[in-house]
């Protein structure tokens, strides 16, 4: 079964800083690999995703991630952040033979301080 | 626009009570999904269904059963709530078939069992 670490609990960055929040998965082969962000009081929000072909991938916000199969990371990164991402982010995987489900990342949350 | 709502976004129920959680989709998707979120757990998956009056076990089913008799509506119950149950259920939905899709997610309710 797949599984997903996220090491950061709790990160902090100034406002215009660049962001790095770290994923890694274990599965037996390239999953589909999600992260979502969650601001407080909502639902989940799809930021970008990958299945197959480059390995970096753009998303909404101005946030990238970059798949490595060699180190089994999915790392969300955007070069500098707004006080509106100040939120919970989320990464997930899905089994690549579709099972539709998702496994996810127990969290990171994000401060921004001005 | 995609469209998953939940019946309450807060609730307040006394231990031992029946207690449902709705969730409604827009989208004509065949896949839909139940999940509780905790602090330091992220999301795990109770119960999903991939077709109306078709359920399946998820992570953590135990305490939980569900209920979908349409394909727009899928329900969480909780036939006997206790206050471990205490927490924020998210409902999901997905268009079945196509893996490069993702799950679209409701607003969440807030359950809070005294």
Known sequence: AQSVTQPDIHITVSEGASLELRCNYSYGATPYLFWYVQSPGQGLQLLLKYFSGDTLVQGIKGFEAEFKRSQSSFNLRKPSVHWSDAAEYFCAVEANFGNEKLTFGTGTRLTIIP | ?114
């Not at chain 2, 807060?10 to 004509?28: A, N, S």
């Open chain 2, 1 to 114: 626009d995609v469209k998953v709502t939940q019946s309450s976004r807060y609730l307040v129920k006394r231990t031992g009570e029946k207690v449902f959680l709705e969730c409604v989709q827009d989208m004509d998707h065949e896949n839909m999904f139940w999940y509780r979120q905790d602090p330091g757990l992220g999301l795990r998956l109770i119960y999903f269904s991939y077709d109306v009056k078709m359920k399946e076990k998820g992570d953590i089913p135990e305490g939980y059963s569900v209920s979908r008799e349409k394909k727009e509506r899928f329900s969480l119950i909780l036939e006997s709530a206790s206050t471990n149950q205490t927490s924020m259920y998210l409902c999901a939905s997905k268009l079945a078939g196509l893996s490069t899709d993702t799950q679209y997610f409701g607003p969440g309710t807030r359950l809070t069992v005294l």
